[in-house]
Each structure stands twice: as structure tokens, then as C-alpha cells.
């Protein structure tokens, strides 16, 4: 058959084409291939060579296992099979203490020992592991509820179980986009009753789940009934009866922490049909609980929390009796959230969102130029400190209907007695001495709580509650003591007084402090006396710094604290205050207070401070660095050097002119990693993300989920976090690509419980929050992992986090609750590290802990916290004294600003290549580069004092062989070129041979 031939024209279409593109790849894969920070984002995605060290001289003896490593390294991405299995039993330590008995009605824990079980509920099949759901890919490895009680030697009811999984599918639940309001579906996901289908015995006990997931960058619900019709609900409507079922059954107001009519129904079921009823409540937050708590027909309630990949094994041994419970509620469950200070301040569904703003002024976010914002008009009156303030003008009753778990509450299958035996005072701080009985009839644990009550003389806030310290005993055997003493410096109850003093104060008056079971509930000793005590003040104490500030700053945030005031005002949200709580109650934002150019004060609207960011160039007065300067010094030389030793400064003479022009490439391309500048012998390394353990969004490897860092908070135990510190310490230094750096521990005090990352952060209580990320910070660094302590400020709202979300609050809020965490551990954590002479002897040194903080996507007032000066240069470096690196959260939007980050004191963006252009402008300027030099040797000082100098002897170099991407870039770029030119040749052969046809033709 006559096969027609292509003609000249479509041949050369075709061919010419095939070329350009070869051509192309093979221009596209070097370019790639040898641009530092898309070489930075393939290694962090796709994976790094292997590390090689090129030794000083007379180094190749000496000992440079600076962390006792007890695991090997790892040469697979599945990890180090041993490390993984000790992280494993630290996490069921922590779900063991951490689980919370809420209920326990005669004494119906623990169970009968083998007895059968029935678990009813979704969430039995498809539990709630973690906040993130970074799980997803690894829950083969993880113990299911149904496992865990097996394990426990209980017997579950295979029917009820197979029933369960087999809906899971076709039973949708609450299904976040992350920042995309519109596009998230709003569900819970519960079975109908009438649906049930399994057999069961009525001798069992009804062990039925409430689960409630969580999500970063999207919030629960506060209006069931409203969000379920987003275009991302009504598309879950449309495919699921289910779904439509439930969405019409949401009443008024409904909101995502409440039980669901499909939830009662099942709570009933299972109190008529089975012999006992305990409700295991799978939830980070707290949930409204008022019903359950209430009813007598229900047993038992456990809290569990989000247990990690193995704390369904602590819920069977909990009801076992083989653990006794001694977690603490580490937040308050009030009995109706709507009606919480918080609650008409919170924008999920962006309603809170400013109009009439310059939009061509303002750099855009996720949505353009849109603004939200939050009022957190309830200043110092969150969680425990509202209710157990407001209780003492409305009343025992009021508080007994409002409240159906206080902070620090807990149960026990043993009872606990107490007294105080002793209280001093000295060098300023306070200390009570109180002894613990165990007389019930098994063992435990209890938490000691010390509480004080500052006077409050009706002119700054004051809570009538502060929780100042706790311990947790060892465990006590019927009959057994234990005495612990307790501590807390008198400064650290003072009040921030921005309005006149500008400084902290402690007012005259007396300070009642209080040994108490809970926020509310004082204990009482053998004689029903209450353990109290006071300190009595006879006069006004001014402290403009604290005994532990580097310097005096006075107030930092007027531009944010300003906008409140004290009467009612139809364009400013009011302070709350307890002189009249009523009157002064926190109230939705008004149609006022979204139009940003009427919303004014100290003469600038909103509008005119949302503006674009702009940064002179010029500079007469400061010096710029020195540079090309040939010192022979490299970075690992400095491991253990003072912050402030000259030799950084011979170091960093080094940089050269093309180091700095090159600089966006080191500091704005810090997504999971830390990228070396070769001139100073700073090597790459890797950075891991997760409050929960060692994840990243990509090489998932054998690494454990522990429990949410709530649950930690609830053990109320240092040596738990501590312990939990140490063990993801040892995973990171195991791992085939070690990890040098965690974006982890969340140091965010709980405000709202309908927060998305609610248990990625341990407590409502600043105090909670900052000694457990202390204990937690400390024993990870000394095995060279470095947190990056998040989220540094005011991080509540997942919901349009990315749209200029406005945060505003008064300086006294800021500093006593939403920045204590973090003052805390920046001032206090301590950690020792080993490192060497030149000679190669060892030396021990401490340094602080808290080397790496990471910002927030939000604002503060108006100013982005990535670039606010105040916030990161005034107050953590210069009054707290921090040393370390500080770096964005994902900086995807053009609002975060890299020139704007860099000269209010931030070091490192975390962003990747191919999200936006980031540009660091005039990097000749002098005030530019010695913000950059600042910068690198921020980031220097971090890497040296952690794992990336592990077996790194000072003046060696550390270098990474061929990276596995590389080479198949390689073979990529070799077979692109090959082919770009084998098309050429085919090209050029064509044409010659259709030109010799042509002339024979002719011829």
C-alpha cells in the first residue's frame, strides 16, 4: 500500500519543534539544576546527597558526638527502625497521663477486667489522630481504638465494629480547605440511629466516641446552619443523602462544639440498651458538655484528646484500671460558648472584614486587597480568669450554670488529701511547701495547683484567678507522701499598666494564694481547712523592667491598644472590664467598625495604616560591613562561642560583594531548610515541621505522631515534655536526611475553642504553655534539634489568616497572656552543650534554648508581625534578649514583605522559588547589608549549636555528594540535548535528501 510522505512543510513543523523543545528542557533542567534556591527546593522535596565532611587537620581522633547519639543514621527513608519505636513508647507515656476522666459516676471505671464492649459512633472507625491530618499516608501503623482495647483484654463487638467502618465512607464530616472559606464543607458525620444495623448484648458497656477534627488555616464552626451553605457544603449536600440529611437537622445557632441530634440519639441508644455508657470525647478543644455531665443515665466521660498514632492503647488501659487517669483539663468547659466573651469575636465566615480601603495602597494577600480583622475586646478575661472573676459578683449559682468543668479538673480511681506545711518568702519569690497523701485504695498521680488573687483596686484588670505553679507527684501507693514545694516570683503577678505607668506594677493590697484542686475549687486539709495564705503589699511597686529584662522599653503597642476605649463608641470596639461585666460585655463588630476610613485614632485611619510598605534606600550616616576579608575562619570553628564573640565578626568579614547581592537567595528561600553560603562553610541542612512530630509535606519517613500538644498540657508533667523533647531530638539525629531544624512547639495561649489549630498549642494558661514548651525546647536542643518556637504573636483565627487578618488588642492582654509563653522560654529555657577547642578538648557550655522563632501570617494592629520592629527587634531581642533566628511562617503573599521582614529584624523567609518573585532590594545600601549580615550570622549561630555539626570538627567543612535528583537531571539534560541535536541532524538529512530528489527530478 502507497505510504504518502510528509510534506516539507508539516516535516519541518514537527521536527523544528521536537528541537525547541529538547532544546528547552535541556536549557530549563541546567538552569534549575544550578540556581541555588531551586537546587534548595528539590533537596528539601526530593531529597539531599549524602553529607561528607572534609576534616581539619588533626581533627580525624577526635570525639565529635556532641549528643550522645544512641541510634544510627539511618541510610533509607524509612528511618531508624529503633528511634521510631522509643518515640513510639514516649508518645503512650504522655496519652497514659494525659487522658482526662471528666465523669465517673459510682465508681464505673474501670472496667470489669475482659469484659465486652460495643463502640458506637463514626468516630470508633475513623478516629481523629491528630490537629493536621498529616497521618494520612501512615495510619497502617497506628492503634485503633478497636486494637487498643483488644489489647487491653477487652472484647469487642465485631458487628458494631464492621458496621461502623463500612459507613465511614458515606458519612461526611467537616471537610477544611485550608484558607478557603467557600470551598470548606461543614459537617459533623454522625450515623443515624435508624441506620443502626448490628447485633449486640446488652451486658456490654456502650462505649460511645464524639470526635472533632481540627485544621490549620480553617476554623470550626460557630454556625453549623450557616456554613453548611458554603459552595464546598452544598457540593457535599448534593452528592450525600447524609449530608442533606444532616444539614437540615442544624438548628439556629448550632455551632461544631455541640453535641448533634444524631450524637444524642446514639448517648440514648446506648443508655437503654447497654448496661453502662462511657462517652470518650476525641477532641482537641473543649466541647459544650453540659447535657452529658448532667445526665445520669451516662457512666463515664473520658477525654483522650487527639492521642497520636498510639494513644488508643492508653484509652484501653485507662479503662482497664491498668493506668489511673491523672490528666487536668488544661482548658475550661464552659456550658455554653456562645455565651463566652470570645465568641462575638471570632470571624470564621468573614463577616469581620474592612471596607472601603485604598486597595491600590496596600500590597495584596490570598484574596487581593481584603482585610479582616479581630477585636479581642475581652482582654485579659479568657478561659478560667473570665468565669472565675465574673463568679465573685454573680454568684455561686451563675458560675455552677456556666461553668461544667473548671481549668485543672480531673479525676482519679483514687482519692488525694493535702496540706500545707509551710510558706516563705525570699529574694522575691514565694514558696509553699505541700504535702500530698495518697488514701484511696490504688495508686496515682496528682496534680498540686497553686493559685493567686491579686487585689484589685478598680483601676487595671486584674483576674481573680492566676494559676503562678504546679507540680505533679510520683506515683503513690495507697497510704504513700509526697511533699512538694512550690514557687513563683511575686514580680511575675504584677500587671501591665499601659494605660498611665507604661510598665509593670504591683499595687498595695493583699495577694491570696491558694493550694486549690482546680481554677475554682480550693483545697482543703484533714481538718477541712483551706490551704490559703496571703502576701501583703503596704505600698505601690513600679517595675519599668523585671529582674530578667535586658532593658526598658515601656509601652511597644499604643498603635494597637488604641484602638479600644473605655465608653460605648459606634466605630471602636470597648475594653471589658470587670468593674462592670455587664455593661461592658464584648459585642459583634458594628457596620462602624468595618468601614476602615472611618475607624480612626491617633489621627490615621485604618485604611491610611494598612498601607504599602516603603523603604528608603539612602544612608549618610551608617557604615556598611567589611567584606572579602581572608580570615581562614569557618562556621563550624564558632560552635559554643558567646553570641557576641568578636569571632563571628571574623567570619562574617568574609562575605563577599556576590554574597550579598545573592542574599534573597539565603534568606528568602527558607521553606524545610536552611541554605549554606559556601564562602563561610555554612552547609545546608533540613528543616521538619508539626507540633505533633518530625512531619513535612514531603519524605514522609518512619517518624511517630505523638498526641496533640494538648494532651501534653493535660499530664500537667515537665518530665513528660521533657521526655518528648529527648525522644524527637534522637529521631531527627536518625533520620537519613537529619533534621536540624522543627517548626513545632506552638506557643499560642488557647482563646477560642473554635480555633482550626486549637491542639497544635498546649493550654489557655500562659504559664501551661510556656514551662511545657520550656522543658520541651530544652531537652530537643540538647540533642541539637532546634524548635522554631511558634506562632510569635497573636495567632487565634485560622479563618483568613492570609487576608490581612488584623488582630488588635490592649498591651496588657499582649504581655500577660499572648506573649508570656514565649517571654518565658526566650528568657528561661537553658540547655547544655558540648563542643570543642581547636586543640580537641571538650568543653560544656549553656546557652539559651530558644534559638529559633517563627512569626505569624497575621497582623498585629496594622503591621504584619513578620516586619513588625516593636514586636521583634524592641522586644524580644533588645528587652527579652533573644539570640537566634527568626523566620516567617509560609510566606506566600505579597503583603509579607522580605525587605520589610529583613529591617524589622526577621532572618529567614520562609518561602520556595516557584510561589513569587522574592526580591531583597538594594543590597549595596548600607543599612541593607548590614541587615543582611545580621541576619546570616543569626542563622550561622543557630547551625552551629545544633545537629548539623554532629561528628563536625571546628574548621571543617561539611559537603553533600551528588543529590539523587541531580543525576537524573543529568541524564535528563544529556538525552534533551542529545535529542535536541539528533533532531537537528534528522532536519538537516531530510532537507539535503528532498534537494537531491529534487534535482534528479530536474534532471
Same mark, same amino acid.
Given at each position: 500500500?502507497?505510504?504518502?510522505?510528509?510534506?516539507?512543510?508539516?516535516?519541518?513543523?514537527?521536527?523544528?519543534?521536537?528541537?525547541?523543545?529538547?532544546?528547552?528542557?535541556?536549557?530549563?533542567?541546567?538552569?534549575?539544576?544550578?540556581?541555588?534556591?531551586?537546587?534548595?527546593?528539590?533537596?528539601?522535596?526530593?531529597?539531599?546527597?549524602?553529607?561528607?565532611?572534609?576534616? =581539619?587537620?588533626?581533627?580525624?581522633?577526635?570525639?565529635?558526638?556532641?549528643?550522645?547519639?544512641?541510634?544510627?543514621?539511618?541510610?533509607?527513608?524509612?528511618?531508624?527502625?529503633?528511634?521510631?519505636?522509643?518515640?513510639?513508647?514516649?508518645?503512650?507515656?504522655?496519652?497514659?497521663?494525659?487522658?482526662?476522666?471528666?465523669?465517673?459516676?459510682?465508681?464505673?471505671?474501670?472496667?470489669?477486667?475482659?469484659?465486652?464492649?460495643?463502640?458506637?459512633?463514626?468516630?470508633?472507625?475513623?478516629?481523629?489522630?491528630?490537629?493536621?491530618?498529616?497521618?494520612?499516608?501512615?495510619?497502617?501503623?497506628?492503634?485503633?481504638?478497636?486494637?487498643?482495647?483488644?489489647?487491653?483484654?477487652?472484647?469487642?463487638?465485631?458487628?458494631?465494629?464492621?458496621?461502623?467502618?463500612?459507613?465511614?465512607?458515606?458519612?461526611?464530616?467537616?471537610?477544611?480547605?485550608?484558607?478557603?472559606?467557600?470551598?470548606?464543607?461543614?459537617?459533623?458525620?454522625?450515623?443515624?440511629?435508624?441506620?443502626?444495623?448490628?447485633?449486640?448484648?446488652?451486658?456490654?458497656?456502650?462505649?460511645?466516641?464524639?470526635?472533632?477534627?481540627?485544621?490549620?488555616?480553617?476554623?470550626?464552626?460557630?454556625?453549623?446552619?450557616?456554613?453548611?451553605?458554603?459552595?464546598?457544603?452544598?457540593?457535599?449536600?448534593?452528592?450525600?443523602?447524609?449530608?442533606?440529611?444532616?444539614?437540615?437537622?442544624?438548628?439556629?445557632?448550632?455551632?461544631?462544639?455541640?453535641?448533634?441530634?444524631?450524637?444524642?440519639?446514639?448517648?440514648?441508644?446506648?443508655?437503654?440498651?447497654?448496661?453502662?455508657?462511657?462517652?470518650?470525647?476525641?477532641?482537641?478543644?473543649?466541647?459544650?458538655?453540659?447535657?452529658?455531665?448532667?445526665?445520669?443515665?451516662?457512666? !463515664?466521660?473520658?477525654?483522650?484528646?487527639?492521642?497520636?498514632?498510639?494513644?488508643?492503647?492508653?484509652?484501653?488501659?485507662?479503662?482497664?484500671?491498668?493506668?489511673?487517669?491523672?490528666?487536668?483539663?488544661?482548658?475550661?468547659?464552659?456550658?455554653?460558648?456562645?455565651?463566652?466573651?470570645?465568641?462575638?469575636?471570632?470571624?470564621?465566615?468573614?463577616?469581620?472584614?474592612?471596607?472601603?480601603?485604598?486597595?491600590?495602597?496596600?500590597?495584596?494577600?490570598?484574596?487581593?486587597?481584603?482585610?479582616?480583622?479581630?477585636?479581642?475586646?475581652?482582654?485579659?478575661?479568657?478561659?478560667?480568669?473570665?468565669?472565675?472573676?465574673?463568679?465573685?459578683?454573680?454568684?455561686?449559682?451563675?458560675?455552677?450554670?456556666?461553668?461544667?468543668?473548671?481549668?485543672?479538673?480531673?479525676?482519679?480511681?483514687?482519692?488525694?488529701?493535702?496540706?500545707?506545711?509551710?510558706?516563705?518568702?525570699?529574694?522575691?519569690?514565694?514558696?509553699?511547701?505541700?504535702?500530698?497523701?495518697?488514701?484511696?485504695?490504688?495508686?496515682?498521680?496528682?496534680?498540686?495547683?497553686?493559685?493567686?488573687?491579686?487585689?484589685?483596686?478598680?483601676?487595671?484588670?486584674?483576674?481573680?484567678?492566676?494559676?503562678?505553679?504546679?507540680?505533679?507527684?510520683?506515683?503513690?501507693?495507697?497510704?504513700?507522701?509526697?511533699?512538694?514545694?512550690?514557687?513563683?516570683?511575686?514580680?511575675?503577678?504584677?500587671?501591665?499598666?499601659?494605660?498611665?505607668?507604661?510598665?509593670?506594677?504591683?499595687?498595695?493590697?493583699?495577694?491570696?494564694?491558694?493550694?486549690?484542686?482546680?481554677?475554682?475549687?480550693?483545697?482543703?486539709?484533714?481538718?477541712?481547712?483551706?490551704?490559703?495564705?496571703?502576701?501583703?503589699?503596704?505600698?505601690?511597686?513600679?517595675?519599668?523592667?523585671?529582674?530578667?529584662?535586658?532593658?526598658?522599653?515601656?509601652?511597644?503597642?499604643?498603635?494597637?491598644?488604641?484602638?479600644?476605649?473605655?465608653?460605648?463608641?459606634?466605630?471602636?470596639?470597648?475594653?471589658?472590664?470587670?468593674?462592670?461585666?455587664?455593661?461592658?460585655?464584648?459585642?459583634?463588630?458594628?457596620?462602624?467598625?468595618?468601614?476602615?476610613?472611618?475607624?480612626?485614632?491617633?489621627?490615621?485611619?485604618?485604611?491610611?495604616?494598612?498601607?504599602?510598605?516603603?523603604?528608603?534606600?539612602?544612608?549618610?550616616?551608617?557604615?556598611?560591613? *567589611?567584606?572579602?576579608?581572608?580570615?581562614?575562619?569557618?562556621?563550624?570553628?564558632?560552635?559554643?562561642?558567646?553570641?557576641?564573640?568578636?569571632?563571628?565578626?571574623?567570619?562574617?568579614?568574609?562575605?563577599?560583594?556576590?554574597?550579598?547581592?545573592?542574599?534573597?537567595?539565603?534568606?528568602?528561600?527558607?521553606?524545610?531548610?536552611?541554605?549554606?553560603?559556601?564562602?563561610?562553610?555554612?552547609?545546608?541542612?533540613?528543616?521538619?515541621?508539626?507540633?505533633?512530630?518530625?512531619?513535612?509535606?514531603?519524605?514522609?519517613?518512619?517518624?511517630?505522631?505523638?498526641?496533640?500538644?494538648?494532651?501534653?498540657?493535660?499530664?500537667?508533667?515537665?518530665?513528660?515534655?521533657?521526655?518528648?523533647?529527648?525522644?524527637?531530638?534522637?529521631?531527627?539525629?536518625?533520620?537519613?536526611?537529619?533534621?536540624?531544624?522543627?517548626?513545632?512547639?506552638?506557643?499560642?495561649?488557647?482563646?477560642?475553642?473554635?480555633?482550626?489549630?486549637?491542639?497544635?498549642?498546649?493550654?489557655?494558661?500562659?504559664?501551661?504553655?510556656?514551662?511545657?514548651?520550656?522543658?520541651?525546647?530544652?531537652?530537643?536542643?540538647?540533642?541539637?534539634?532546634?524548635?522554631?518556637?511558634?506562632?510569635?504573636?497573636?495567632?487565634?483565627?485560622?479563618?483568613?489568616?492570609?487576608?490581612?487578618?488584623?488582630?488588635?488588642?490592649?498591651?496588657?492582654?499582649?504581655?500577660?497572656?499572648?506573649?508570656?509563653?514565649?517571654?518565658?522560654?526566650?528568657?528561661?529555657?537553658?540547655?547544655?552543650?558540648?563542643?570543642?577547642?581547636?586543640?580537641?578538648?571538650?568543653?560544656?557550655?549553656?546557652?539559651?534554648?530558644?534559638?529559633?522563632?517563627?512569626?505569624?501570617?497575621?497582623?498585629?494592629?496594622?503591621?504584619?508581625?513578620?516586619?513588625?520592629?516593636?514586636?521583634?527587634?524592641?522586644?524580644?531581642?533588645?528587652?527579652?534578649?533573644?539570640?537566634? !533566628?527568626?523566620? *516567617?511562617?509560609?510566606?506566600?503573599?505579597?503583603?509579607?514583605?522580605?525587605?520589610?521582614?529583613?529591617?524589622?529584624?526577621?532572618?529567614?523567609?520562609?518561602?520556595?522559588?516557584?510561589?513569587?518573585?522574592?526580591?531583597?532590594?538594594?543590597?549595596?545600601?548600607?543599612?541593607?547589608?548590614?541587615?543582611?549580615?545580621? !541576619?546570616?550570622?543569626?542563622?550561622?549561630?543557630?547551625?552551629?549549636?545544633?545537629?548539623?555539626?554532629?561528628?563536625?570538627?571546628?574548621?571543617?567543612?561539611?559537603?553533600?555528594?551528588?543529590?539523587?535528583?541531580?543525576?537524573?537531571?543529568?541524564?535528563?539534560?544529556?538525552?534533551?540535548?542529545?535529542?535536541?541535536? =539528533?533532531?537537528?541532524?534528522?532536519?538537516?538529512?531530510?532537507?539535503?535528501?528532498?534537494?537531491?530528489?529534487?534535482?534528479?527530478?530536474?534532471?
Amino acid at each position: 500500500m502507497y505510504k504518502r510522505r510528509m510534506s516539507n512543510g508539516a516535516f519541518l513543523g514537527v521536527w523544528c519543534s521536537l528541537a525547541a523543545v529538547f532544546a528547552t528542557l535541556a536549557i530549563t533542567m541546567e538552569v534549575l539544576g544550578n540556581s541555588q534556591s531551586y537546587r534548595t527546593f528539590f533537596d528539601t522535596y526530593l531529597g539531599r546527597g549524602d553529607p561528607y565532611v572534609v576534616g =581539619a587537620e588533626g581533627s580525624d581522633k577526635w570525639d565529635t558526638d556532641y549528643y550522645g547519639q544512641t541510634y544510627s543514621q539511618s541510610d533509607t527513608a524509612s528511618g531508624n527502625a529503633d528511634a521510631y519505636a522509643a518515640a513510639k513508647a514516649t508518645s503512650e507515656r504522655i496519652e497514659d497521663e494525659g487522658i482526662v476522666l471528666l465523669k465517673n459516676k459510682d465508681s464505673a471505671l474501670p472496667l470489669v477486667p475482659h469484659s465486652s464492649v460495643t463502640m458506637l459512633g463514626k468516630g470508633s472507625a475513623d478516629p481523629v489522630y491528630s490537629v493536621s491530618r498529616y497521618e494520612s499516608s501512615l495510619t497502617k501503623n497506628f492503634i485503633t481504638p478497636k486494637k487498643g482495647l483488644i489489647d487491653a483484654g477487652f472484647r469487642v463487638n465485631e458487628s458494631a465494629d464492621a458496621f461502623f467502618s463500612s459507613q465511614v465512607e458515606s458519612t461526611p464530616r467537616f471537610r477544611p480547605v485550608a484558607d478557603e472559606y467557600e470551598q470548606s464543607a461543614f459537617f459533623i458525620g454522625e450515623v443515624s440511629v435508624e441506620d443502626f444495623d448490628f447485633s449486640f448484648d446488652a451486658a456490654d458497656t456502650g462505649l460511645v466516641f464524639i470526635s472533632r477534627p481540627g485544621a490549620i488555616g480553617m476554623d470550626l464552626s460557630t454556625d453549623l446552619k450557616r456554613d453548611s451553605l458554603t459552595p464546598g457544603s452544598i457540593a457535599e449536600i448534593n452528592q450525600s443523602l447524609r449530608a442533606k440529611a444532616e444539614s437540615l437537622s442544624f438548628a439556629e445557632g448550632q455551632h461544631q462544639l455541640e453535641l448533634t441530634q444524631a450524637e444524642k440519639d446514639m448517648i440514648d441508644f446506648s443508655t437503654t440498651k447497654f448496661h453502662k455508657t462511657v462517652v470518650v470525647i476525641n477532641s482537641a478543644a473543649p466541647m459544650e458538655l453540659d447535657s452529658i455531665e448532667n445526665d445520669s443515665s451516662i457512666d !463515664a466521660v473520658l477525654w483522650v484528646g487527639m492521642p497520636g498514632q498510639n494513644g488508643f492503647s492508653s484509652l484501653g488501659k485507662v479503662l482497664s484500671g491498668a493506668v489511673n487517669p491523672s490528666g487536668k483539663t488544661p482548658d475550661i468547659y464552659p456550658a455554653d460558648f456562645t455565651l463566652d466573651p470570645t465568641f462575638a469575636n471570632f470571624g470564621i465566615n468573614g463577616a469581620n472584614r474592612y471596607q472601603n480601603l485604598d486597595d491600590g495602597a496596600m500590597d495584596s494577600g490570598i484574596h487581593g486587597a481584603e482585610s479582616h480583622f479581630v477585636h479581642f475586646e475581652e482582654g485579659i478575661y479568657t478561659g478560667y480568669r473570665y468565669y472565675e472573676t465574673a463568679a465573685l459578683s454573680k454568684g455561686k449559682s451563675w458560675y455552677e450554670d456556666a461553668v461544667v468543668y473548671p481549668f485543672g479538673y480531673g479525676l482519679s480511681y483514687t482519692s488525694f488529701s493535702k496540706s500545707m506545711e509551710k510558706h516563705w518568702q525570699s529574694q522575691g519569690s514565694v514558696y509553699v511547701e505541700v504535702t500530698v497523701k495518697n488514701t484511696g485504695e490504688k495508686s496515682g498521680k496528682e496534680v498540686v495547683q497553686l493559685y493567686c488573687e491579686p487585689p484589685y483596686l478598680g483601676g487595671i484588670e486584674k483576674s481573680a484567678r492566676t494559676l503562678v505553679a504546679w507540680d505533679k507527684t510520683s506515683l503513690l501507693a495507697p497510704g504513700e507522701s509526697e511533699s512538694v514545694i512550690l514557687s513563683f516570683r511575686l514580680e511575675d503577678v504584677a500587671s501591665y499598666d499601659y494605660r498611665s505607668a507604661k510598665s509593670w506594677v504591683l499595687e498595695e493590697g493583699d495577694y491570696r494564694i491558694g493550694v486549690q484542686e482546680n481554677s475554682h475549687e480550693i483545697s482543703l486539709d484533714s481538718n477541712h481547712q483551706k490551704l490559703v495564705t496571703s502576701i501583703h503589699l503596704d505600698e505601690k511597686r513600679l517595675l519599668p523592667k523585671k529582674s530578667d529584662d535586658r532593658a526598658i522599653t515601656g509601652n511597644l503597642f499604643d498603635d494597637v491598644s488604641n484602638l479600644f476605649v473605655d465608653d460605648e463608641d459606634a466605630l471602636r470596639p470597648r475594653n471589658f472590664s470587670r468593674a462592670d461585666f455587664d455593661a461592658t460585655f464584648p459585642l459583634p463588630a458594628t457596620e462602624g467598625e468595618c468601614d476602615a476610613s472611618l475607624v480612626s485614632f491617633d489621627e490615621q485611619t485604618i485604611a491610611a495604616r494598612l498601607h504599602q510598605h516603603v523603604y528608603e534606600s539612602s544612608s549618610e550616616t551608617e557604615y556598611g560591613p *567589611t567584606v572579602n576579608a581572608a580570615t581562614g575562619m569557618v562556621a563550624s570553628a564558632l560552635r559554643g562561642a558567646n553570641y557576641n564573640d568578636t569571632a563571628f565578626d571574623w567570619l562574617l568579614n568574609q562575605l563577599t560583594d556576590e554574597d550579598y547581592r545573592n542574599a534573597e537567595s539565603v534568606i528568602c528561600n527558607n521553606a524545610y531548610a536552611i541554605v549554606g553560603i559556601r564562602s563561610i562553610g555554612l552547609s545546608d541542612a533540613d528543616i521538619r515541621e508539626g507540633a505533633q512530630g518530625l512531619f513535612s509535606r514531603a519524605l514522609y519517613e518512619n517518624v511517630c505522631l505523638y498526641p496533640c500538644q494538648t494532651v501534653l498540657a493535660a499530664t500537667f508533667n515537665l518530665d513528660l515534655a521533657e521526655e518528648m523533647g529527648h525522644s524527637i531530638g534522637e529521631e531527627a539525629l536518625s533520620l537519613r536526611y537529619r533534621a536540624v531544624g522543627w517548626y513545632g512547639p506552638k506557643l499560642n495561649v488557647h482563646r477560642s475553642p473554635f480555633s482550626g489549630s486549637y491542639g497544635d498549642s498546649y493550654s489557655e494558661d500562659p504559664l501551661v504553655c510556656g514551662l511545657m514548651g520550656m522543658a520541651l525546647t530544652s531537652a530537643s536542643v540538647k540533642k541539637g534539634l532546634i524548635p522554631f518556637l511558634r506562632n510569635f504573636s497573636l495567632q487565634d483565627q485560622e479563618s483568613f489568616r492570609y487576608a490581612h487578618l488584623c488582630i488588635w488588642a490592649n498591651e496588657q492582654a499582649i504581655r500577660e497572656l499572648y506573649l508570656r509563653p514565649f517571654e518565658l522560654v526566650v528568657k528561661n529555657a537553658k540547655t547544655s552543650i558540648s563542643y570543642m577547642g581547636l586543640a580537641g578538648a571538650r568543653h560544656e557550655r549553656d546557652i539559651a534554648s530558644s534559638l529559633g522563632v517563627m512569626t505569624s501570617v497575621q497582623y498585629l494592629g496594622a503591621t504584619w508581625s513578620g516586619g513588625n520592629k516593636n514586636l521583634l527587634s524592641e522586644l524580644l531581642r533588645k528587652q527579652w534578649g533573644f539570640e537566634g !533566628a527568626i523566620t *516567617t511562617d509560609d510566606n506566600r503573599v505579597n503583603y509579607m514583605n522580605p525587605m520589610q521582614a529583613l529591617l524589622a529584624g526577621t532572618d529567614m523567609e520562609f518561602t520556595r522559588p516557584q510561589i513569587k518573585d522574592r526580591t531583597i532590594r538594594d543590597t549595596s545600601n548600607p543599612i541593607v547589608r548590614n541587615a543582611i549580615r545580621r !541576619a546570616i550570622k543569626n542563622i550561622v549561630y543557630l547551625s552551629v549549636n545544633s545537629n548539623a555539626m554532629q561528628f563536625v570538627a571546628p574548621g571543617s567543612k561539611v559537603y553533600y555528594s551528588l543529590s539523587p535528583w541531580r543525576a537524573w537531571f543529568y541524564v535528563g539534560e544529556v538525552i534533551f540535548i542529545l535529542s535536541s541535536i =539528533a533532531s537537528i541532524a534528522w532536519i538537516v538529512l531530510r532537507m539535503r535528501r528532498v534537494k537531491k530528489e529534487s534535482e534528479l527530478i530536474e534532471n
